[in-house]
């Protein structure tokens, strides 16, 4: 069935650097045809938009991201990678990422980044 896997996060050092990966496998559709956003939630807050890419490559970020993080996609691998750098405690979070097209939303698993002295 559809799926999307989740890769990378981890324990970081405050300024340090984590490369996400969410690959796509078992769709009717090819990837490249969706839209991928990258949520996060850290205990007792609202789930946040953090990056999206669209099947075009347009991009978006939360303003307390921008210029520390960036989305790329590889439709050759059915992969979409979240880039992030200068993280700071604020950065910690589960993160997810979610595949979306024509109504049809498919959810990774979640991975945690923590970003810790």
């Known amino acids: 069935q559809a799926q999307l896997v989740q890769s990378g996060g981890g324990l970081v050092q405050p300024g340090g650097s984590l490369r996400l990966s969410c690959t796509a496998s078992g769709f009717d559709i090819s990837f490249r045809y969706y839209d991928v956003t990258w949520y996060r939630q850290a205990p007792a807050k609202e789930r946040e938009l953090v990056a999206f890419i669209s099947r075009i490559r347009s991009t978006q970020f939360t303003d307390s991201v921008k210029g520390r993080f960036a989305i790329s996609r590889d439709d050759a691998k059915d992969t979409v990678y979240l880039e992030m750098n200068s993280l700071e405690p604020d950065d910690t979070a589960i993160y997810y990422c979610?595949?979306?097209?024509?109504?049809?939303?498919?959810w990774g698993q979640g991975t945690q980044v923590t970003v810790s002295s």
């Open positions: 979610v595949a979306r097209f024509l109504g049809n939303a498919y």
